[in-house]
């Protein structure tokens, strides 16, 4: 197996499965660590015999397009009710990790915690935010720090997750996260939703419009197209976000373009 070494410019013309430059061809987290990523390539190459022996990848331009979400939008407000790490009292990471500086996708999780454990209170929101870092960063997944960028209850609290998701969102970036198992999802701000909306085939009022207020905030200040906002198994085989949450996507992205429309 041959290893080709990707810029990080070129990664960040791929990012978002644009399908601009690699047609129909994947990319995916080998080692996210290390940076290195397998391509998946159509079987159909492979059909005839006639194995590509040479791949062209072709970057284009490395300018930034221009910015595609023009709204009054007041993420500042949302971002300030944000709960910090520090307020969490948050391990410190092991390492540091990539800024993006342009994000594609919100990528939207549960828990999976069908007992909603924080019951809705701020200090149950630190408390189970802290246990999910405790989970990502312990023997089972020995992870650099908790993998979701950002967090909501169901009491509608959000928490900061991954260390300097909240600066680097205010400035318009993203913290490299560990949470959808892809490249392009890692590379865009993870939210979890606290619950498992397999089972649960509602969200409080308040989870939901932290969401939707959350979203809004991370689209206007990392220029993300509503359109954008993914859920988990978009980019990889998972029930995450739950299926009730899951179908909820098309409604959520309206409801933050009205928002941002406002
Ligand atoms: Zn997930």
Redesign the pocket.
């Known amino acids: 197996m041959a290893w080709l070494k990707l810029t990080s410019e070129a990664l960040y013309l791929m990012k978002g499965g644009t399908n601009l430059f690699i047609d129909k061809v994947d990319l995916r987290d080998h080692n996210s660590e290390q940076e290195e990523l397998i391509l998946d390539v159509p079987r159909k190459w492979f059909q005839r015999g006639d194995i590509p022996k040479t791949m062209v990848i072709d970057v284009g331009s490395t300018e930034k397009p221009e910015k595609i979400i023009d709204t009054a939008f007041d993420s500042a407000a949302v971002f300030s009710k944000v709960v910090k790490r520090a307020d969490w009292q948050a391990a410190a990471p092991t390492s540091r990790f990539e800024i993006v500086d342009r994000p594609n996708f919100i990528?939207i999780?549960?828990t999976?915690d069908a007992n909603n454990s924080s019951n809705g209170t701020l200090e149950g929101a630190k408390t189970i935010t802290k246990g999910i870092q405790g989970f990502h960063m312990g023997s089972e997944r020995r992870w650099s720090d908790i993998g979701y960028n950002f967090l909501n209850t169901i009491g509608g609290t959000l928490l900061e997750g991954r260390s300097d998701s909240l600066a680097e969102a205010i400035k318009g970036n993203s913290v490299r996260g560990a949470?959808?198992a892809t490249d392009n999802g890692n590379r865009s701000p993870?939210v979890?939703n606290e619950g498992n909306f397999s089972v649960n085939k509602t969200m409080p009022n308040e989870q939901w419009e932290s969401l939707v207020d959350l979203c809004a905030a991370l689209c206007a200040s990392c220029d993300i197209d509503p359109a954008n906002i993914k859920g988990?198994r978009d980019f990889v085989s998972?029930t995450?976000?739950g299926d009730w949450l899951y179908q909820q996507l098309p409604r959520l992205r309206d409801r933050v373009a009205q928002r941002l429309a406002q």
């Open positions: 990528v999780h549960h999976d949470h959808a993870g979890a988990h998972t995450c976000p």
